[in-house]
């Protein structure tokens, strides 16, 4: 079902008021990690830059690594948050089994 233009532009002028820090508090717990440790795929997470102060740090990586063999992860230099669009051509890399 789409969602009508003027229903869209509503949401997205709500969200774009937002400060990210409300969203997360709006839903608490926001932890992942029992659905995380029972993946049974491997799971290869790009994180971000730990010097750009990122949510999923090397700390996070190890401990889910730990929990679940099937994850790997690696730091994306110089990336922030969005690794997607600070590295796209690694992304497209990964997402083709390319190292």
């Known amino acids: 079902m789409a969602i009508?233009?003027?229903?869209?532009e509503h949401l997205t002028r709500?969200?774009?008021?937002?400060?990210?820090g409300s969203i997360l508090k709006e839903n608490q717990?926001?932890?992942?990690?029992?659905?995380?440790?029972?993946?049974?795929?491997?799971?290869?997470?790009?994180?971000?830059?730990?010097?750009?102060?990122?949510a999923f740090t090397?700390?996070?990586g190890a401990a889910l690594q730990?929990?679940?063999?099937?994850?790997t992860w690696e730091i994306v230099s110089g990336a922030s948050h969005s690794v997607h669009r600070d590295a796209p051509q690694?992304?497209?890399?990964?997402?083709?089994?390319r190292t």
């Open 4 to 8: 009508s233009t003027d229903r869209n």
């Open 14 to 20: 709500r969200v774009a008021n937002k400060p990210p």
């Open 29 to 54: 717990p926001w932890d992942a990690t029992e659905l995380a440790t029972g993946l049974k795929v491997p799971v290869h997470v790009l994180a971000a830059d730990p010097h750009l102060d990122p």
């Open 58 to 60: 090397a700390q996070d």
């Open 66 to 71: 730990q929990l679940n063999p099937n994850w």
């Open 90 to 97: 690694l992304v497209i890399d990964r997402l083709l089994g």
